[in-house]
């Protein structure tokens, strides 16, 4: 079995992020940027596949400026066997995303392919769902729980109310959640070992796909920022003002 | 034309998020239907129908649409857009798997977690956790839009109920199959609409400690709600985080225990009206978004809020 599995660079989930003066977008200068948390999960789950012997090829791609890059070398670092860059300085949406993943996905035939739930930039959470629907294939979404036997996937899905067991053939889009495993860290011998893997460089055109964003970002703000509280010195005092202040008791 | 809007429901009852998100396709175009489909659900269709200024509800109903899954909805919905300018659907899970996979279909990219409509072309959405908020427009023919339910008032019922008609379902290749669920039971109100959530982190440190929050709930009649630490560490489960990547809830009081206030956790809850933290450590974060903050030991604080609430 191929994994493929599409990870996007974004800005570490620790970074504060602060919007742009002229509110155009958030400030990305000298911001720490890594690969999107959900996407590591879904290297880790790929790297466990193989493993436990069920997987054969893991390959990492990501759509993106030439830093991306960096984000694959993580990747590779981790454990998957080569790397597709796919380059454009164009804003990346997810249905950009997903058509370039479908073009790769016919050049590599994998069974599987895992993205992350969502990017923590645009918190979209849409590829995954838009690129099974262009290949026609099956999809489980924010998974927790992922089994491979043959040519059907088990996977548990986290849901608004609780969790749901389902059952899909191969080939299929499988998108992670938040447990479904805990990724490992790159050791130092394997991130130079990375650096000697494949990496392979395209663009968007000469895959033959239009990456013109639809939508039209007309500006970012900062959301209304919360009044400061105050501090209560007991629970009497607290229960008080949520009775007699806020009004909510 | 007008806009379609799926019915979030469970089979047995129609909630409160396909109220709220009527309220954002409304903004858009006075002419909605809503879309109710799964196994049996005409009882949801006359739910659905007594819902204010809905034009007409479409009624879909097979075994192949049970539980919603992404593969039959969108080849049942991708069709009948032909006669639709927008979809709307709640930014819940189904509304999450659902919605993108129709709007590949339709070449239209969607916009998720709407929290503004400025125009039947342009919304404002969340974007980094929250700590930005876009305002963009769409240059598709069709839009395809999730609604983020906490920024969006419930639709009031009307006194006169829509018609409601019932739509074919054409033969849906089998993909997916639905195995099994695991669903809470709880019997507190639903988090996402609650007026009132406790929640509890890291610092609740055990299950047990958690049945005491339950117990607060109880008396509040709250819905209790967690953070990602609290539900990694198997205090409780899953759909009870609050969130970036879980539930976003604004209700009128937030209770947070034990928790440090991440940015990801704050993206779920900071649109709340009333927030009190009670934490022992004096810098944690989550004192800059409480009203009311109580810097103390938690589990000193339960018992007595318990005792003094009566
Ligand atoms: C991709 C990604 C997505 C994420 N999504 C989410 C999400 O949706 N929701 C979410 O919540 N998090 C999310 N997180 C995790 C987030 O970054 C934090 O790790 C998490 O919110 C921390 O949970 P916590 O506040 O319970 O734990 P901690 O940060 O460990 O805080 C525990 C707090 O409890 C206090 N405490 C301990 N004992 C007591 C006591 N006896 N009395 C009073 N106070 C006490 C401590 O002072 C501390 O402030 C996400 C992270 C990533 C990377
Ligand atoms: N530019 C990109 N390059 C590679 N993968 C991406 C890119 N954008 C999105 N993805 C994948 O799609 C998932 C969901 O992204 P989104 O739909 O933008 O929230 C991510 O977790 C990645 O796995």
Same mark, same amino acid.
């Given at each position: ?249 | ?40 659900? =005409?009882?949801? %269709?006359? &739910? ?5 200024? *809905?034009? @007409? +509800? !479409?009624?879909?109903?097979?075994? /192949? ?63 980094? =956790?929250?700590? %930005?908020? &876009? ?5 598709? *023919?069709? @839009? +395809? !839009?999730?609604?983020?339910?906490? /920024? ?78 609290? +539900? ?79």
């Amino acid at each position: 079995m191929k994994i493929l599995v599409p990870v996007k660079r974004v800005a570490d989930y620790n970074v504060r992020i602060h919007v742009k003066a002229d509110e155009t977008g958030v400030e990305l200068a000298n911001v720490k940027m890594s690969m999107n948390p959900f996407d590591e999960i879904a290297v880790e789950e790929a790297i466990r596949l193989k493993e436990a012997g069920k997987a054969e090829e893991i390959i990492a791609v990501s759509i993106g400026p030439g830093e991306a890059e960096q984000t694959l070398r993580t990747a590779l670092a981790m454990g998957a066997d080569r790397a597709i860059l796919v380059k454009t300085q164009q804003e990346t949406e997810p249905l950009a995303v997903a058509k370039v993943l479908r073009a790769i996905v016919k050049r590599e035939n994998p069974d599987l392919v895992i993205l992350g739930k969502q990017a923590i930039d645009d918190d979209c959470g849409q590829t995954g769902q838009m690129l099974a629907a262009l290949l026609g294939w099956p999809q489980a979404t924010f998974i927790s729980k992922l089994e491979i036997d043959g040519e059907q996937a088990t996977i548990t899905r986290e849901i608004d109310g609780g969790l749901q067991t389902i059952s899909a053939p191969l080939p299929l889009v499988a998108t992670t959640d938040l447990r479904l495993n805990e990724p490992r860290y790159a050791s130092l011998p394997n991130i130079m070992k990375a650096r000697r893997k494949p990496l392979e460089t395209l663009t968007a055109e000469e895959l033959d796909v239009d990456v013109t964003p639809r939508l039209e970002v007309l500006k970012v703000q900062e959301p209304p920022a919360r009044a400061g509280g105050v501090r209560v010195e007991s629970v009497d005092e607290l229960i008080d003002r949520l009775k007699n202040e806020a009004g909510v008791l | 034309m007008a806009i379609l809007l799926i019915a979030e429901h469970d089979e047995n009852s129609l909630k409160e998020a396909t109220a709220r998100a009527l309220s954002a396709a409304r903004q858009m175009d006075p002419q909605v239907d809503i879309l109710v489909a799964g196994e049996k659900c =005409a009882a949801i %269709a006359r &739910q659905a129908a007594a819902l204010e200024g *809905v034009r @007409k +509800v !479409l009624l879909a109903e097979d075994a /192949a649409l049970a539980h919603q899954m992404a593969g039959p909805m969108s080849a049942l919905v991708t069709p009948l857009m032909e006669t639709y300018d927008a979809l709307v659907a709640p930014a819940t899970t189904t509304g999450r798997d659902i919605a993108p996979r129709i709007a590949a279909l339709l070449d239209v990219m969607q916009i998720s977690d709407v929290v503004a409509v400025q125009s039947p072309d342009t919304f404002v959405r969340p974007i980094y =956790a929250g700590n %930005a908020l &876009q305002t963009v427009r769409s240059k598709d *023919v069709k @839009k +395809v !839009l999730t609604i983020r339910t906490t /920024a969006f008032p419930a639709t009031a019922k009307s006194a006169q109920a829509a018609p409601v008609e019932t739509i074919a379902v054409a033969e849906i290749p089998p993909g997916v199959r639905f195995v099994s669920q695991e669903l809470n039971t709880s019997e507190r109100p639903e988090l996402t609409s609650a007026r009132i959530v406790v929640s509890g982190g890291r610092g609740m440190g055990s299950t047990e400690a958690f049945a005491m929050l339950e117990e607060l709930a109880a008396r509040l009649g709250a819905a209790v709600g967690a953070s990602r630490a609290a +539900v990694d560490a198997g205090f409780v489960s899953n759909d009870l985080q609050v969130g970036q990547t879980g539930k976003i809830v604004a209700p009128e009081l937030y209770m947070a225990f034990g928790i440090s206030g991440a940015i990801q956790h704050l993206a779920g809850m900071k649109d709340s009206r009333i927030i009190v933290a009670v934490n022992k450590d004096e810098e944690a974060p989550i004192f800059q978004v409480a009203d009311y903050g109580l810097v103390a030991d938690l589990f000193k604080v339960l018992p007595e809020l318990m005792e003094k609430l009566g």
